[in-house]
């Protein structure tokens, strides 16, 4: 009998064909190549690489920006007249965009240090091109609607420098390995030496970025300045429904400097305060006054505003994400906040010894206080 021998045995790569197939849906080994890479696959994973590091800029930016959503909440509600939070829709997708992002890029570089062919799959490019090219509209749109946020996210760095300055070291060495194996394979040839000076620079500027960071976190106590004076603006809405006496006694325990607040006459000239333009977004006037919901909060006499309630929209919207936090004791306080009269305030200020600053909002022109609404403001201060 005669036997015969197999001429060749394959070992079975389970990873490298998850890896090969996942990237690039090359999952047979016949389909697999250790050729370099052509400029077209090249240019690929430099978008791709585009993608990854600006998602990476835009995930920091809502990451800091994070205290200023319900801000950001408010311009929508100013151009859209309805009220809805408008960042739940871009965390989702900026998550759900840097982490396939992230994952193709890990898989990109196995493939490099492997030595395997880059041949990145159909479907991924054109994911990834969408990302790039929503990512960029995002960054123009948001440098032309929310231009301010740009100096909290660089005021930030001053605190995030050191850390972020760790782990991009830690990034970059890990990287080593990879790139020396590129410099090795790529044989005296001018990328060879290029890729080297690249990497070598990138190093050298990490290891001399600490003598440039100024930052707080790294400071002694004794050079600290002193603690800024802080206003309590609405007074702390982050922790109870704003222009409320609750979110002014909120602010105090803060210790705040000084309370701000937007004033509004209404009907019979009472200044109360309240941001916006109707009463629909921080009370229940659509259960009361239903018909009434969309007029103009200074059309209202102070005792339908009074009857209004200012704190159930805060329970139900959540706009910081902190009700959760909550104690029982102050939700149940929340939910029976009223409207607060400028009066109310300047009372709180002086049994506090705090000061205050109001933007007094002019009525219409057809509003019974249109040319009194000056005076009924200062007859509310000099009472008190």
Known sequence: ??????????????????LTGIYGCRWKRYQRSHDDSS??????FFLLCCSFLLLLVWSYFWLEARND??????????????WKDGTVPILATTLTGFTYTAFLMILALCHIALGQQLNLYWIHKIVVLAILLTTITGVVSIDDFWQDEWDIVIISLQFTGPFLHIGALAVVTALGWVI???????ERSRLQVVMLVIYVSVLVVLYLVPLFISSPCIMDRSKLGP???????RGAPMLAPEHTIMSFSKALQQKVTALEADVTISLDGVPFLMR????????NVDKLFPSRQDHDASFFNWTEIRSLNAGLWFLRDDPYWTVQYMSEKDRNRTANQTVCSLAEL????????????????????????HQLWVSDALKAVFWQ
């Not at 020396?180 to 790529?186: D, E, P, T, W």
């Open 1 to 18: 009998m005669v036997k015969h021998q197999p001429l060749q045995v394959y070992e079975r790569q389970l990873c490298l064909s998850c």
């Open 39 to 44: 400029k077209w696959e090249c240019s690929w």
């Open 69 to 82: 959503y319900n801000e950001f909440n408010w311009l929508l509600y100013n151009r859209s007249a309805v």
């Open 180 to 186: 020396a194996g590129q410099v090795v394979r790529l």
């Open 227 to 233: 603690r800024p004076a802080v206003i309590g603006r």
């Open 276 to 283: 916006d333009r109707t009463l629909r977004r921080t009370t």
């Open 346 to 369: 300047l009372r709180l200020a002086a049994r506090t010894n705090r000061s205050v600053i109001f933007s007094l909002r002019r009525p219409p022109p057809q509003h019974p206080r």
